[in-house]
């Protein structure tokens, strides 16, 4: 019975997880990398045809995006999902499969150029197709027996319409273990879907990090009863400032979560007036995909809407609908939104400015001082838009050099991950402590010093690098030769020295291990004592 983590280990996009269970493999995500690949990931160690059954926290494309590849590779196993997951990934595989095959051909053709072979996507419409087929719609909080040995239950987590914390009941040589996946944990009192919802018992834990080393900023007491006040007050703020300067505000947004939370907010500032002197102001959605995703939201189960949400849909008010808006799907209605001179909110995919339409709007709007560029969303190290979060001067869209002369904003209190405090507060829902916490979906500086806090509060934990393999019943730990914990930053000559002394640690945790369990009586208070020893240690060698 072993884990091996494969993605998401010290960065924020890719996650992907594998369980072996008699004999039989299991992947927890099958997610895709966004922006720089920080850190190197090991290949998956056994075959796509091997994989029995793929357990899927989300929709997200870093959670689902290689799901396809992993069919076009020899998957043919089931992937269990929720209902509302299910109903997203149809969209968002074959939205994201557009994209494989659209950014391979405008590549193919740069190679044709330079008298270089032609780029294959990395999966194509057909490979989303056939990965879609393998889904199996699963309700929250029913317990469903897989296999020999194993059951697994979704409940539900709060981050996305459909998202859930997977809990797997795991038996081998009649030795049973429970294992729980935190999925990402929704952030607290987002509009439209519940709060996240915690779990009685574990075994072992893996919790994301995203923002396991910051703190959401909100704002008490609100005048206004709704929910995420701070953010739709903020939102308003943007819209008017904009707009008094004759700009537009344009928002790159996720089209699944983030594109109906904008739409949700935006119905509410214009039914309390929120923004002055610019009635009736239009508002574009322009993504295919948030179309779409836009109907799942609407037609999903009610248990999945919290209760405002669904308090509206009773009263027969679309939440997600309101006077001035506009859905544009095709290309031509895209184009005709630049030709609006008029001060306008335009949202469009995608949120990190990686791919999609948005990267249009930023080559007609990111030169022009009276526009805003509003971020909604974490951007990952090396995307564009964490570039341009952090100050470039210019940026290269379709071949150009554009300037960067319009006000790049956040919106802080909308992100869809819980912070420091919420991973807490979910992680405190364990009656017992868990034998062991594994910490992984986090930037490096977020992962560690999430661990450091959780040290503190007394839990064991780890923090996996790719490649690293956990037996489940008897402790052991093995980091395989092809895992990388090294940064690519690093230079070359840092690179074996990281490596020996990480392989030296390794050693001296492992006898550690060893020890630990020879002496029976070895409690979770003789290890935060043996693990603050070791920091004080560490602590000293600094100074």
């Not at 981050?159 to 996946?181: M, N, P, Y």
């Not at 001060?343 to 930023?362: Q, T, Y």
């Not at 819980?418 to 500086?445: E, M, S, T």
């Given at each position: 019975m072993k884990i091996q983590f494969i993605g998401a280990c010290h960065e924020v996009t890719g996650s992907c997880t594998l369980l072996e269970v008699n004999g039989a493999q299991y992947l927890v995500d099958c997610g895709m990398e966004q922006g720089i690949d920080m850190f190197e990931n090991v290949p998956l160690p056994v075959p796509a045809a091997a994989i029995d059954a793929v357990f899927l926290t989300h929709a997200h494309i870093d959670h689902s995006g290689m799901l396809p590849k992993l069919y076009k590779d020899g998957f043919r196993g089931k992937i269990y999902a929720t209902e509302a997951t299910t109903d997203l990934c149809n969209i968002m595989l074959r939205d994201s499969a557009h994209i494989q095959e659209s950014e391979a051909e405008w590549r193919s053709r740069k190679a044709e150029r330079a008298g270089e072979k032609k780029v294959e996507p990395v999966y194509n419409l057909e490979d989303a197709m056939g990965a879609?087929?393998?889904?199996?719609?699963?309700?929250?909080?029913?317990?469903?027996?897989?296999?020999?040995?194993?059951?697994?239950?979704?409940?539900?987590?709060?981050?996305?319409?459909?998202?859930?914390?997977?809990?797997?009941?795991?038996?081998?040589?009649?030795?049973?273990?429970?294992?729980?996946?935190?999925?990402?944990?929704?952030?607290?009192?987002?509009?439209?879907?519940?709060?996240?919802?915690?779990?009685?018992?574990?075994?072992?834990?893996?919790?994301?990090?995203?923002?396991?080393?910051?703190l959401h900023e909100r704002t008490p007491q609100p005048p206004i009863k709704m929910k995420s006040y701070d953010a739709v007050r903020a939102l308003a703020n943007y819209i008017q400032t904009a707009f008094d300067r004759g700009g537009s505000v344009i928002i790159p947004a996720f089209a699944v979560g983030r594109t109906q939370e904008m739409l949700y907010a935006i119905r509410e500032i214009k039914q309390y007036g929120l923004v002055k002197g610019h009635d009736g102001f239009p508002v574009y959605v322009d993504s295919p995909l948030a179309?779409?995703?836009?109907?799942?939201?609407?037609?999903?189960?009610?248990?999945?809407?919290?209760?405002?949400?669904?308090?509206?849909?009773?009263?027969?008010?679309?939440?997600?609908?309101?006077?001035?808006?506009?859905?544009?799907?095709?290309?031509?209605?895209?184009?005709?939104?630049?030709?609006?001179?008029?001060?306008?909110?335009?949202?469009?995919?995608?949120?990190?400015?990686?791919?999609?339409?948005?990267?249009?709007?930023?080559?007609?709007?990111?030169?022009?001082?009276?526009?805003?560029?509003?971020?909604?969303?974490?951007?990952?190290?090396?995307?564009?838009?964490?570039?341009?979060?952090?100050?470039?001067?210019?940026?290269?869209?379709?071949?150009?050099?554009?300037?960067?002369?319009?006000?790049?904003?956040?919106?802080?209190?909308?992100?869809?991950?819980?912070?420091?405090?919420?991973?807490?507060?979910?992680?405190?829902?364990?009656?017992?402590?868990?034998?062991?916490?594994?910490?992984?979906?986090?930037?490096?500086?977020?992962?560690?010093?999430?661990?450091?806090?959780?040290?503190?509060?007394?839990?064991?934990?780890?923090?996996?690098?790719?490649?690293?393999?956990?037996?489940?019943?008897?402790?052991?730990?093995?980091?395989?030769?092809?895992?990388?914990?090294?940064?690519?930053?690093?230079?070359?000559?840092?690179?074996?020295?990281?490596?020996?002394?990480?392989?030296?640690?390794?050693?001296?945790?492992?006898?550690?291990?060893?020890?630990?369990?020879?002496?029976?009586?070895?409690t979770n208070k003789d290890n935060a004592k043996l693990t603050s020893q070791i920091l004080n240690l560490i602590q000293k060698w600094k100074e």
């Open positions: 879609i087929s393998c889904f199996r719609r699963c309700k929250y909080d029913e317990i469903m027996r897989i296999a020999e040995g194993v059951e697994v239950r979704f409940t539900d987590i709060g981050h996305l319409l459909g998202s859930a914390c997977i809990e797997l009941w795991l038996t081998e040589d009649g030795e049973q273990r429970k294992i729980v996946f935190s999925g990402d944990v929704g952030n607290y009192d987002q509009p439209i879907i519940n709060d996240p919802k915690k779990v009685a018992d574990a075994d072992y834990v893996v919790i994301e990090s995203t923002y396991g080393n910051r179309v779409e995703a836009t109907g799942v939201f609407l037609q999903c189960d009610m248990s999945c809407l919290d209760e405002e949400t669904t308090e509206l849909v009773n009263q027969g008010v679309n939440p997600l609908w309101f006077d001035g808006l506009t859905l544009a799907v095709s290309a031509e209605e895209s184009k005709a939104i630049n030709a609006d001179r008029r001060p306008k909110v335009i949202i469009s995919a995608s949120g990190m400015c990686e791919a999609g339409r948005i990267r249009h709007h930023l080559k007609h709007n990111l030169w022009q001082k009276k526009n805003i560029i509003l971020f909604v969303g974490y951007q990952a190290e090396g995307s564009l838009g964490r570039k341009l979060q952090e100050g470039a001067h210019t940026v290269r869209l379709f071949g150009e050099d554009i300037l960067v002369a319009a006000e790049i904003a956040a919106l802080r209190g909308t992100s869809g991950h819980a912070d420091q405090q919420g991973l807490i507060d979910w992680l405190q829902g364990f009656i017992d402590k868990p034998r062991v916490v594994y910490i992984n979906h986090g930037d490096d500086g977020a992962v560690m010093e999430f661990q450091k806090l959780l040290n503190e509060m007394g839990y064991t934990t780890e923090t996996p690098f790719s490649g690293t393999e956990y037996d489940l019943l008897t402790g052991r730990m093995t980091v395989f030769a092809d895992a990388r914990p090294i940064s690519r930053r690093e230079t070359s000559r840092g690179h074996a020295r990281a490596l020996s002394v990480f392989n030296d640690l390794i050693a001296a945790a492992e006898a550690l291990l060893h020890l630990c369990l020879a002496r029976r009586g070895c």
